[in-house]
């Protein structure tokens, strides 16, 4: 079972976060949510915003391939990089990953701020 790292985010985790024995298969927004990180999803993990974009500093090639709507999402996303993915779809393969919650997101309708 991998471990996933998640660098420190000033709101959804200042500290950072060491997760041990990750479940493969699980998605990445699942795994962070069941620990306590409260990653955006304001469309409930439909692929339909871009609220839970993360880029995955390492183990990006573990994960399986982007779905064209997917992709399309991504291009939407604050902060796009080469290795980000929307959370909600991308799913832990078998190898360690580092990811990094983006400072900002495209939020229309949080109400927190």
């Excluded at 692929?47 to 291009?75: K, P, Q």
Aim: negative net charge.
């Amino acid at each position: 079972m991998p471990q996933v790292v998640i660098l420190p985010h000033v709101e959804s985790c200042p500290d950072g976060a060491v997760l041990e024995h990750v479940p493969s298969g699980e998605t990445i927004c699942d795994v962070l949510l069941v620990n306590g990180i409260e990653i955006e999803h304001a469309c409930e993990k439909s692929c339909a915003c871009t609220t839970c974009h993360v880029i995955v500093r390492e183990g990006f090639s573990s994960l399986g391939e982007a779905t064209e709507e997917e992709e399309d999402m991504l291009d939407k996303a604050w902060g796009l990089e080469p290795n980000s993915r929307l959370s909600c779809q991308a799913r832990i393969g078998t190898a360690d990953l580092v990811i990094e919650i983006p400072r900002y997101s495209i939020n229309m309708v949080k109400e927190s701020h």
